[in-house]
Every structure is written in structure tokens, then in C-alpha cells.
């Protein structure tokens, strides 16, 4: 059963400006999404997604990105597609129940686009 549906634009050029601050990036990503985008050709870009996706899942979750942490959602790429990741303050607010957490990816332009859909698998149907 589907709880919740997040998605968000993130702007690839606001995000450029934000990233010339270090400061910035070291309290909005985490390392592994670090790595992925300063190895890729455009670091904003990959940037911009991540954080489209942190404030997709806060939107989904009705938590709110100051509830869930900038750094408590991260984006992996270990497999080739992207997947979040929580640490255990995420996943404290997604405890209550057993699922899953569907992300998707895209960009066009200068936008940056995430779409997270929380899924619940014991639910019990109604």
C-alpha cells in the first residue's frame, strides 16, 4: 500500500552557487553523495538531484526536511540506479512499519527533478 507520494525541482543553477560554499556541501550531502557528483561532469547537477530527492522524501513522509535532516537521506548509486539511504534518524520516523522506498531521477535543463514513493508492505487492508 502506497503512503506517501513526494516530489520536487531542485534548480541546478541555485545549487551551482550554493556548492562554491564547502560549508554548504559538507552539511547538505553526505560523503558518498559527495564523491559521486565532484567525480562526475557536472557537480551541480548531481548535487541539484540529491537534494531534490532529500526534500522528496521529507514530502512524502509529511515529516519536513528540518524533522528529517539534510544528512539523514543520502542518495546511492551502488547498483547503478539510484536508491536513498537513512541513517537512524531517518529511519526512526519510517520504523513503524515494514516497506519500501521507491526513488526516481531526472534533469532537464536547469532543473533537477525526484519523485519518492513510500510503500508499505504489512499494512493491513481496509
Known sequence: MIIG???DLCSVSRIAVAIANRRFIEKAF???E???AETGGNPAL???SSFAAKEAFAKAGGWGLARTGLTSVWVS???GRPELRLSDRARKLFSDRTGRIHLSLSH???LAIAVVILEVIDAPIL
Do not use: I, T
Open 5 to 7: 507520494v513526494g516530489v
Open 30 to 32: 553526505s560523503p558518498e
Open 34 to 36: 559527495q564523491l559521486y
Open 46 to 48: 548531481h548535487y541539484a
Open 77 to 79: 548509486r551502488e547498483n
Open 108 to 110: 532537464e535543463g536547469d
